[in-house]
């Protein structure tokens, strides 16, 4: 699997985040969380995720837009190791549930320990 994040892997259908919200599990890692539903899709694609930023703690979308900016490029770095072994579809959405403006290293760090603790409650 490549370091990309193509149209093809994001979430964009409304029925399946619904369903998403409605039927899927859900793994935490403060400030991130994760929610996840096994599912198929048409295209090859192993996830479609989706990042999410609450506009209550983050009034301005310049500071959502650049802390969801930051959840995608860590996905991007970091989804190669974890789905490699992985053969069945998920859907995936990740939230930021912080109140703070978070730096890289520590958007990283945790979606590494998020995508552990995925990884552990599927096995």
Same mark, same amino acid.
Do not use: W
């Given at each position: 699997? =490549? $370091? !990309?994040?193509?149209?093809?892997?994001?979430?964009?259908? /409304?029925?399946?985040?619904?369903?998403? *919200?409605?039927?899927?599990?859900?793994?935490?890692?403060?400030?991130?969380?994760?929610? *996840?539903?096994?599912?198929?899709?048409?295209? =090859?694609?192993?996830? /479609?995720?989706?990042?999410?930023?609450?506009?209550?703690? $983050?009034?301005?979308?310049?500071?959502?837009?650049?802390?969801?900016?930051?959840?995608?490029?860590?996905?991007?770095? =970091? /989804?190669?190791?974890? *789905?490699?072994?992985? !053969? !069945?579809?998920?859907? *995936?959405?990740?939230?930021?549930?912080?109140?703070?403006?978070? !730096?890289?290293?520590?958007?990283? =760090?945790?979606?590494?320990?998020?995508?552990? /603790?995925?990884?552990?409650?599927?096995?």
């Amino acid at each position: 699997m =490549n $370091f !990309t994040y193509n149209k093809k892997e994001k979430l964009k259908s /409304k029925k399946l985040i619904d369903q998403l *919200f409605t039927e899927g599990q859900s793994v935490s890692a403060f400030p991130l969380r994760l929610v *996840f539903l096994e599912t198929t899709f048409d295209d =090859n694609v192993i996830a /479609k995720t989706g990042v999410s930023v609450s506009k209550r703690y $983050f009034k301005t979308a310049v500071d959502r837009n650049r802390i969801k900016r930051l959840l995608r490029e860590s996905y991007r770095l =970091n /989804k190669a190791g974890f *789905f490699n072994n992985i !053969t !069945t579809q998920y859907a *995936f959405m990740i939230l930021y549930i912080g109140k703070e403006k978070p !730096t890289f290293t520590l958007v990283e =760090n945790k979606m590494k320990i998020l995508f552990d /603790k995925f990884s552990s409650k599927i096995s």
